[in-house]
């Protein structure tokens, strides 16, 4: 009996103990995790948008023969700049300065034989008051004197279309710009018009196409400003070569199409850009950057709020009783450490900034105002006016 007492009062112990030691072993309550929150609202940013852009001559000039001929001379070098008037091609003359001295000589028979008649008009008329001659007389002298004054008509045309066709005998540039490759050689025969010799494009200004969706375009026109902007042609545009390297000067919108691009669901915009040095080549990609497009609703949060999860990126919102509650976002992108949210929050939804990381959905959190003056890893600290880039 003795040692069976003895096992209980051990078992008691050991009891005490291991219920002792259960109690020393829960965990204590943990305080609310202190979090920072910020009550979104709308601003109004700078949005610099990003397109693809292609250069294109702002004015293009087939080089044409407008006569028939063996060209003769070609004195312009490939692939330089020319003035407008400048000879490009030299057709063979000889046929047609032949054809402009004959028709110079006929138009000179024609004004001898026009002072004869009006001399014998003059002395006939007159004696015709005197009754020295028949009206017949007057008649016929007045008849030949208009018939010289029209073959002296005539006789100017045939040198006027003598003149122009020696004339065209000098393949000359309509424009001023950059002349193409020669597609005919010395000694090849030309037969008119049909022939391509050249072309020579002015790339000063040039031309630079972009294409904005559809999406863009609309909200455009929901901002009176931008649209009036739009409207004025006051719509500058910034260049980005394919190094990176920003273009010197800055161009302006002067053509927007007036239909969408039903394949692609863009519309075609162009603007004007002086190319002096003629860096910018008709046909080479640039990047396009519209300036001064402002949004007036965006929704900013700092860059850390967002998270990434499985099915895409979400905040923390502080709900009711100061609980943590998920939120689904699309976040499109970020400038200056703050991410343009473009779905899923709405102005007055109070988002978690920093302390994200120790809290889940549902913990209750202890909130305390966030004060962007006081975050360094913004651009801008307060800015409200953060400029937001969109890639297309």
């Known amino acids: 009996m003795k ?17 002792a030691a259960c109690k020393k072993a829960a965990p204590p309550a943990y305080p609310p995790a202190e979090v ?10 700078e949005a610099k948008l990003d397109y693809v852009g292609q250069a294109e001559a702002s004015k293009a000039v087939e080089v044409r023969s407008q006569i028939t001929g063996v060209i003769v001379a070609r004195p312009y070098t490939e692939g330089t700049d020319v003035k407008a008037g400048t000879v490009l091609y030299r057709i063979d003359p000889t046929t047609y300065e032949a054809a402009l001295r004959s028709a110079q000589g006929t138009l000179a028979n024609a004004q ?72 005919l ?19 000063d200004p040039i031309y630079v196409s972009f294409n904005p969706s559809d999406k863009d375009i609309l909200a455009w026109r929901h901002n009176e400003a931008t649209r009036k902007m739009i409207a004025g042609g006051k719509l500058k545009v910034a260049i980005t070569l394919s190094d990176k390297s920003s273009f010197p000067h800055q161009g302006t919108v002067t053509f927007v199409a007036q239909s969408l691009q039903s394949n692609t669901g863009t519309l075609l915009l162009r603007a004007s850009v002086p190319n002096p040095e003629h860096v910018l080549l008709p046909g080479q990609f640039v990047r396009v ?35 943590v509650v998920p ?47 006081k975050d360094t890893t913004l651009t801008t600290p307060s800015d409200s006016a953060a400029k937001v880039v969109v890639s297309r």
């Not at 040692?3 to 219920?19: D, E, F, G, K, Q």
């Not at 010395?186 to 002015?202: E, F, H, I, K």
């Not at 929704?299 to 099915?311: F, K, W």
């Open 112 to 183: 001898a034989r026009l002072a004869n008649a009006q001399r014998s008009y003059n002395r006939v008329k007159p004696l015709l008051d005197e009754h020295a001659v028949a009206q017949v007389d007057v008649d016929n002298a007045e008849t030949e004197l208009q018939q010289a004054k029209a073959d002296v008509d005539q006789s100017r045309g045939a040198v006027d279309e003598a003149k122009k066709n020696f004339d065209d005998t000098f393949v000359r540039a309509q424009i001023s710009g950059r002349a193409g490759r020669a597609l």
């Open 327 to 373: 939120r689904d976002v699309s976040a499109t992108t970020w400038e200056g450490g703050r991410w343009l949210i473009q779905d899923g929050l709405k102005p007055g939804d109070q988002v978690l900034v920093d302390g994200t990381l120790k809290v889940g959905p549902g913990a209750p959190v202890h909130p305390t105002p966030y004060d962007p003056a």
């Open 185 to 203: 050689v010395l000694g090849a025969r030309v037969t008119g018009p049909s022939d391509l010799l050249t072309t020579v494009d002015q790339v």
């Open 36 to 45: 920072t929150v910020l009550t979104v609202k709308p601003e109004t940013v």
């Open 289 to 323: 950057k519209p300036l001064g497009i402002v949004n007036d609703s965006a929704m900013l949060v700092p860059q850390r709020s967002v998270q990434q999860g499985l099915a895409g990126t979400f905040v923390y919102l502080l709900g009711a009783d100061n609980k």
């Open 3 to 19: 040692s069976v007492s003895n096992y209980l009062s051990r078992a008691a112990i050991v009891t005490c103990v291991i219920v």
